[in-house]
């Protein structure tokens, strides 16, 4: 998890020179803030399944592509204003007031697209998923770093969301609900980690993972992390011999309500 990890394909010299400039950055910043370089931990009984994960490469590009058509507006206007702002001032006649702001208009215009695409990188680089056979952990963050745990006993709902310019790039989000996340407002438009909801970002396999929770959903017997009883069968359930105990007591109520 680092800048030197980053593929050669890149576009653009603006693009390389930030990418060089992030690669340095990155140690000092992990230096500075104490970022963890090693995913997050999860209490797990030696039976059970850890996968720690990230999201895919392909996110990275789509959230670059994003940054892209972002800073070539912002730029695009910022070239603009300052070409006419130069010629009014030629027609002036100080031309050397324009000419002493070039610099001054090229700083504006270069040095935010590079913080903004060194901002890209961080919120990859910094992004961690852990699940167990329980639980799952989601870390995001630099300056302040934000934890999400769910324990899959109070999921709702687990579905697959992907937009078309997801699709081009091949992932998609997972969105896990759980209780008390469906009343009112769209979730969709949201952050990624609000209470009761966590989003597993631009993942290609949000299908494979979302069939690799739900029978969890059915297994976990408790809301707590690592508590249960070791000796307890797991994906406990009810048992014919418990319903038929259920039908004979709702038998009886009938009777005596009769």
């Given at each position: 998890?680092?800048g030197?990890?980053?593929p ?25 803030f ?68 070039l ?46 745990t ?28 759980t ?30 993972l ?20 070791e000796?307890?069968?797991?994906g ?23």
């Amino acid at each position: 998890m680092n800048g030197s990890n980053l593929p050669p394909e890149t576009a653009g010299r603006t693009e390389r020179a930030a990418q060089w400039l992030y690669t340095g950055l990155w140690r000092v910043l992990v230096d500075w803030f104490r970022v963890p370089q090693q995913p997050p931990t999860l209490p797990v009984r030696t039976a059970d399944h850890l996968e720690s994960f990230k999201p895919a490469f392909a996110f990275l590009r789509y959230l670059k592509l994003w940054f892209w058509i972002v800073c070539l507006l912002i730029d695009i206007g910022l070239t603009v204003g300052y070409l006419a702002a130069a010629i009014a001032l030629f027609v002036a006649g100080f031309w050397w007031i324009a000419l002493l702001l070039l610099p001054i208009a090229l700083a504006i215009i270069i040095v935010p697209d590079i913080f903004a695409f060194i901002a890209v990188h961080l919120r990859y680089d910094t992004t961690w998923y852990v699940m167990t056979d329980r639980s799952l952990r989601i870390r995001r963050g630099i300056w302040t770093i934000h934890e999400t745990t769910i324990t899959f006993e109070n999921v709702q709902n687990i579905k697959v969301q992907q937009g078309p310019v997801q699709r081009a790039f091949g992932i998609s989000n997972l969105i896990i609900e759980t209780a008390g996340a469906g009343g009112g407002g769209d979730s969709s438009k949201q952050g990624p980690n609000v209470a009761n909801r966590g989003i597993i970002e631009g993942i290609a396999d949000a299908d494979r993972l979302r069939d690799l929770i739900l029978p969890r959903l059915r297994q976990s017997r408790t809301a707590g992390l690592g508590d249960e009883d070791e000796e307890a069968p797991r994906g406990a359930a009810w048992t014919p011999d418990h319903l038929a105990v259920l039908r004979e007591i709702r038998a009886e109520l009938a009777t005596m309500s009769g």
